[in-house]
């Protein structure tokens, strides 16, 4: 069975400090991480995937298989950066469960001035 | 581009009482879910469609819960007859699938279901 924990169901931090959202899978195999955010009143939506690498409004996540986490990481804060983080896994492309998103209980990111 | 479209945005029935869900999805994308998001949790999947089939429906409690998606567009979610733990928001969502690739899932702004 695949799962998702983020172990932090809130976290404060000050404007321009580094942030930290946490994120653990369970999944037997090789998955497909994501991170999803979604601000107040607005959508769900992508923030970003690990297999694209890439650097989105100045977060990043590595994907760390020893430790099966994969952490959401922002050196310097930002105040529209509040929102609520949602980790979420997929299962490998060919496989029965691609496609099909597990998500974690969220994070409620809080950025103060 | 037009987004994931939903309705109604919010329902308030009592239990026992019939309720439905619509969703149109992105024009394009052939595959199609539905989750529900109980309050303080993540979404979980209930149904995954590609084009017209359902692919996935483990989640979908099936004694109470249907869902169709005729032509592979639109799709409706049905809950007959509600029960006081349906209360939750129901999110659809839509994607492209193309071979082995599943490209982003984009979801709508979801139905606010309260079961009084």
């Known amino acids: 069975a695949q799962r998702v924990t983020q172990p932090e169901k809130l976290l404060s931090v000050f404007k321009g400090a580094p942030v930290e959202l946490k994120c653990n899978y369970s999944y037997s195999g090789s998955p497909e991480l994501f991170w999803y955010v979604q601000y107040s009143r607005q959508r769900l939506q992508l923030l970003l995937r690990h297999i694209s690498r890439e650097s989105i409004k100045g977060f990043t996540a590595d994907l760390n298989k020893g430790e099966t986490s994969f952490h959401l990481k922002k050196p310097f804060a930002q105040e529209e950066d509040s929102a609520m983080y949602y980790c979420a896994l997929s299962g490998a492309a060919g496989g029965t469960s691609y496609g099909k998103l597990t998500f974690g209980q969220g994070t409620i990111l809080t950025v103060h001035p | 581009e037009a987004g994931v479209v939903q309705s109604p945005r919010y329902k308030i029935i009592e239990k026992k009482q019939p309720v439905a869900f619509w969703c149109n999805p992105i024009s394009g994308h052939n595959t199609l879910y539905w989750y529900r998001q109980n309050l303080g949790q993540g979404p979980e999947l209930l149904i995954r469609y590609e084009n017209e089939e359902a692919v996935d429906d483990s989640q979908l409690p099936k004694d109470r819960f249907s869902a169709e998606r005729l032509k592979g567009v639109d799709s409706t979610l049905k809950i007959q007859p509600a029960e006081l733990g349906d209360s939750a928001v129901y999110l659809c969502?839509?994607?492209?699938?193309?071979?082995?690739?599943?490209?982003?899932?984009?979801f709508g702004p979801g139905t606010r279901l309260t079961v009084t």
């Open positions: 969502a839509s994607s492209r699938i193309a071979g082995l690739t599943t490209y982003e899932q984009y």
